[in-house]
């Protein structure tokens, strides 16, 4: 026993070793001290591309100093690419020069609409989950790659209404829209714990039904309860907020991902708010890498005979 | 199947609490006299009620936070006129 142990410790060294998992975090500018200072327990920054859509000259300058020390992607939630509308032009040009001007390792958007016409919905909605709109994300991945030369990652959304007017489930429509869209996934695995914590399905089921060569980076972060009474009743649903810490189905789910997926991922803690002290991020930046080296591990443990 | 329209009238259910309050009264009416067809009132029949209060209150919750900062350079742009 003592010796299978041993076994899958050095497999999982040895595929720690090979594999280059990377651990980060999402820049806000309360974090800034924080993460400049702790530069070399953090492999990877996650810039919001909306905060630098009116940044000077000399902001992106800046930016691109960061780059030159660590590695900087960027993440868009404003496009609303799963629309059966087309994404405007001039927001793609105002992303583009954004990104030209970083010049990030990757960009990444969300499989939301954010708006219908002149209405503004103010955050991510899950699109009806149909044919119509994995062909219309596809063609909104089309135009943005035409303009900034580079295919998004897409990140599977949070969701508190199951969304009206689906025909799929969350995972098949996930799957089908990558496959239509030919692009990666940026899997949030604390979206994928809220929607199957408010609508009863199998987080695991979902991961099987998913390509799992399409994951690229992973989100983690926490969320709270709500509640409404509604007919009557009192409801409550897991809201993804960003404003505390990553819970422990989230590093679970992250040592699954990392069992069944072969080639190397950024996993990025997302906190917008409600700061804990730097070394309280820092620690779920390494529990992060933790739940990575049993995930890994676990993929290499050889087949046992029951 | 989607379309445009019933993605616009998702997108006013999510943003307009009175239209809200009234398809949560009487789902097809509101839905008729929105301009949904048949096809797409039949999409509305087993929509998750309580879903669209906390969807339209957490997107409104949103909304309210970026109008914020918004009036903040306002404001303090007109005490620095002054």
Known sequence: MVAAATAATDAAEAVVAVVSDRVGLSWRGPLAAAILSNLDRIDVIELMLEDFIDASRDQLGGVRLLRSTTPVMVHGVSLGLASLGPVASRRLDRVARVVDAIAPESWSEHLAFVRAGDIEIGHLAAPPRTQSTIEGTARNVDRAAAVLGARPLLENIATLVDPPGSELDEGAWVRETLSAADTDLLLDLHNLHANATNFDFDPIAFLDQIPMDRVRQIHIAGGRWVTHTVDGLAERRLLDDHLHDVPDPVYRLLVEVAARVSGPLTVILERDGRFPMTSTLLKQLDQARDALREGRGRAQLPAVAV | ?82
């Not at chain 2, 096809?39 to 997107?59: H, I, M, N, P, Q």
């Not at chain 2, 949103?62 to 007109?78: D, E, G, I, N, Y």
């Open chain 2, 1 to 82: 199947m989607s379309t445009v329209r019933f993605e616009r009238f998702l997108a006013r259910l999510y943003t307009d609490a009175e239209l809200l309050r009234r398809f949560l009264a009487d789902p097809m009416s509101t839905a008729a006299r929105s301009g949904l067809d048949d096809t797409e009132r039949s999409w509305l029949r087993d929509v998750d009620r309580a879903g669209l209060v906390f969807a339209s209150e957490s997107f409104g919750r949103k909304r309210a936070s970026r109008r914020q900062p918004l009036l903040r350079r306002l404001l303090s742009l007109f005490r620095r006129r002054l």
